[in-house]
């Protein structure tokens, strides 16, 4: 069994636009990058070699606490160090905390000889978002984990499909304003009118069966949003023009990734997913706001290893 293992854990979409909470899909880029290794003294230590300043403490680290909950769950408590770098901007709304945490317990379960399935590793995981948001919700660790596009049915207890998808260009721009989790679940509506309900149950049932039968009209129709993005958009600026001129250019759809501020955009090939970027350079260009941009695709394998000895 390896002592000492390198992973790069990717990036994801949480929601979908219309799944909020329990889709998501995981991207090729960006990613972070983490090194775990076992022995020495019982006990988990944390180091970050990035400048976000991120606790370093266990318990207020997301894969600290997401460590901690797998160890709990060992006959006897090894001991790990665990070297950050993250690369996924916290508060990007690209699963940062969800890469560092999912990355971090596949990583470990590798270094124990795999005693966890799946589902295990994204409850252990789901403890980093606790600490992260407050909540703990699977969308963004389901996909970084599995790879390719994931609903997590239920979470109590854990219910994960995988999706088959077709072939898809995403292109996403991170606007740099730090929108937090916490904020932007805060400001959501306790409830829903029934009819918007019944839309967006149409657009989640059209989304997966889409997804199901490589059917990009359908696909497209479905990516509508009505009880999140309406309130949420107002925190991003440049959203309503991202997504009109986008739409207009013939991407398939696309919105607010997971609690944003970022914006992605699902198309059919790259030249198109090319366009978005203009587009979307254009627009932050215009009214001033630095950002960054990322044309890339699904990643269909989840946390990848890099190196293990
Ligand atoms: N489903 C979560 C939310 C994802 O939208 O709050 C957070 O990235």
């Known amino acids: 069994m390896p002592r000492r293992i390198k992973i790069a854990a990717p990036a994801t979409v949480a929601n979908l636009v219309c799944g909020f909470d329990i889709l998501g899909l995981a991207l090729e880029d960006p990613v972070d990058i983490m090194e775990l290794e076992i022995g020495g003294a019982p006990g988990l230590r944390i180091r970050h070699i990035d400048d976000y300043g991120l606790p370093l403490e266990p318990e207020r680290n997301v894969a600290g606490a997401a460590l901690l909950a797998l160890m709990e769950e060992l006959p006897e408590i090894p001991g790990f160090t665990l070297t950050v770098d993250k690369r996924i901007k916290p ?44 909540v703990k919700h699977a969308d963004n660790i389901t996909p970084c984990i599995y790879g390719g596009v994931t609903l997590i049915r ?5 219910d994960i499909v995988q999706l088959e998808a077709p072939p898809l260009h995403v292109t996403v721009v991170h606007p740099q304003i730090e929108v937090r989790t916490s904020d932007a679940r805060q400001i959501l509506r306790k409830e829903v009118q029934l009819k918007q309900a019944i839309r967006q149950w149409g657009n989640i049932a059209g989304l997966v069966a889409g997804f199901m039968k490589g059917d990009y009209d359908l696909i497209g129709r479905s990516l509508e949003d009505v009880i999140i993005e309406p309130v949420r958009s107002i ?22 990734s997971g609690s ?3 914006i992605f955009m699902l198309n059919r090939d790259e030249e198109k997913a090319h366009l978005m ?18 044309v890339t695709r699904v990643n269909t394998e989840g946390v990848r290893i890099l190196e293990q000895d």
């Open 91 to 134: 508060g990007s709304g690209l699963g940062s905390s969800a890469a560092s945490s999912a990355g971090a317990v596949v990583a470990a379960n590798i270094l124990l000889g795999k005693p966890f399935s799946g589902p295990d590793l994204v409850r252990f995981a789901m403890n980093g978002e606790k600490v992260a948001s407050g």
């Open 154 to 158: 239920a979470i109590h207890p854990l």
């Open 235 to 256: 925190l991003i600026p440049g959203f309503n023009d991202v997504k009109q001129q986008c739409m207009e250019a013939g991407a398939l759809g696309g919105g607010i």
């Open 260 to 262: 944003g501020p970022s």
């Open 277 to 294: 970027a203009d587009i979307m350079r254009d627009v932050y260009s215009r009214i001033g706001i630095d950002h960054r941009i990322h």
